[in-house]
Each structure stands twice: as structure tokens, then as C-alpha cells.
């Protein structure tokens, strides 16, 4: 027996929208809800592993790559990270009954899904960094032997993650020509304000009136006709 947590949504939107699910073996799968219901189609069917990209999308491709990986690790290093399994999220149950497997077989469940990038662009959600986890456990319930030759049947549980990183997008270098436009707009500005300063004669200087000048041009007819009285 298989059973599997899936986070299916959260903040009243999709989370890990399950596109389709695939089973290779013999091997039968149920599920609490309905399964796209949407009618979404898988990005990844139309795909061959063939399929060529140019050197130039590969280039930018790491490097995004390695950008978000050295995010991711400083925020794993500083706790940033909040995590989203199904005590917080709402989790899709998916149940699968596995036959009978003789020595060396295997069955595989392969689950297909699209991240809900639209939650996490909502404001609540935004500048917000998660771990989005979901988990598995299986367990025997019948043996093809006799049970009296193992102590105990087989049992194990695992948890996959995966995160989600807002990174912020690093501010792209002013251009040459950019700032030498601007230097060449704030100049001609600059002459044509100390132009109209000019015009408005904020530069003539103002020169004090010459008091003493006019005081003895007042005195000089008033002593003229004080000496012609005497005379």
C-alpha cells in the first residue's frame, strides 16, 4: 500500500496543480479529489529529450540557475524559509494498492504537476520565500512467502521538497550615453538659468549713493552767499 500527502493549494489558490498522473507496473491509484479538472495540459508532454536549445538560452539558463541556488542557500542559512505541508496547505490524498511483484520487479508512480505561480505573486505573498513539502509512506500487508521469515513487515516513509524563491531582480547598470545626456541636459539648464539671471540684472552692481558729494554741492552756494552778506 502507497500513500501520498500532495500540497494541492493554499491561500485559496493552486499550490502543486497535478496535471496527470502516470503509472508504470501493476499497480492501481485513487485520489480524494478530482484529478485536473481544469483540463490543463503538461508543458513537459510535447518535449523530447532531443530537443535542442541554443548555446546562447543555455548560457543564461545557469546562470539563473546558480543565482537561485546561492539565494536559496543564503536563506536556508538565515531561516527564511517558511515551510508549507499539509498542516498549512491543503493536500490531495492519493492512494495506490500495488500487486503482487516477483523478484526484481518494480512499479513507479509518476505525478505531473505546474506550480501555482499566481498564489505566490498575490500581495500576502509576496517578498515570501517557501518550502514546499509533500510526503510518502508505504507499507506491506501481505507477503507472496510465508510471514513467519521476517520479524516484521516492511514499512518506510519519505518527504520531498522543493522551494520556492522570491528573488529580486538586481538593478541593471546606468548606460554611458545615459549619464552623458543627463550631465549635458543639466549644463544647458544651468546657461540658461544664469542667461535670464542676466537679462533681470541680478549681476549689475548696486554702487551706494555718494552722500558726501551731494552734501558739498549744498554747502558750496550757502557759504558763496554767506560772503556776499559780509561783503
Known amino acids: 500500500m502507497l500513500d501520498i500527502e500532495w500540497p494541492y493549494r493554499f491561500n485559496n489558490g493552486s499550490l502543486l496543480y497535478i496535471t496527470k498522473l502516470e503509472v508504470d507496473g501493476g499497480m492501481n491509484c ?5 484529478i485536473n479538472p481544469l483540463n490543463v495540459s503538461n508543458p513537459l508532454s510535447g518535449q523530447t529529450n532531443g530537443s535542442a536549445s541554443t548555446s546562447g538560452d543555455n548560457t543564461e539558463g545557469r546562470n539563473r540557475n546558480h543565482v537561485h541556488r546561492r539565494e536559496l542557500a543564503r536563506k536556508e542559512t538565515e531561516g527564511d524559509l517558511e515551510t508549507l505541508d499539509c498542516s498549512k496547505a491543503q493536500c490531495l490524498k492519493i492512494r495506490c494498492q500495488v500487486g503482487r511483484l516477483e523478484r526484481g520487479q518494480s512499479t513507479t508512480l509518476y505525478i ?3 506550480l501555482g505561480v499566481a498564489t505566490f505573486l498575490k500581495t500576502e505573498s509576496q517578498n515570501r520565500s517557501f518550502t514546499v513539502r509533500s510526503s510518502a509512506s508505504f507499507s506491506v500487508i501481505e507477503m507472496p512467502y510465508n510471514k513467519n521469515l521476517v520479524p516484521e513487515l516492511p514499512s518506510n516513509a519519505i518527504t520531498v521538497s522543493m522551494s520556492v524563491i522570491w528573488v529580486k531582480s538586481e538593478p541593471e547598470p546606468v548606460p ?7 550631465v549635458l541636459s543639466g ?6 538659468l544664469i542667461f535670464i539671471m542676466y537679462k533681470l540684472g541680478f ?15 549744498q554747502l558750496a552756494p550757502q557759504e558763496n552767499g554767506d560772503r556776499n552778506n559780509d561783503a
Open 176 to 182: 554611458g550615453w545615459v549619464v552623458a545626456l543627463a
Open 203 to 217: 549681476f549689475k552692481r548696486v554702487r551706494p549713493p555718494q552722500e558726501d558729494n551731494t552734501e558739498k554741492e
Open 30 to 34: 485513487s485520489t480524494d479529489m478530482e
Open 112 to 114: 505531473h504537476s505546474r
Open 187 to 192: 549644463l544647458l539648464l544651468l546657461a540658461l
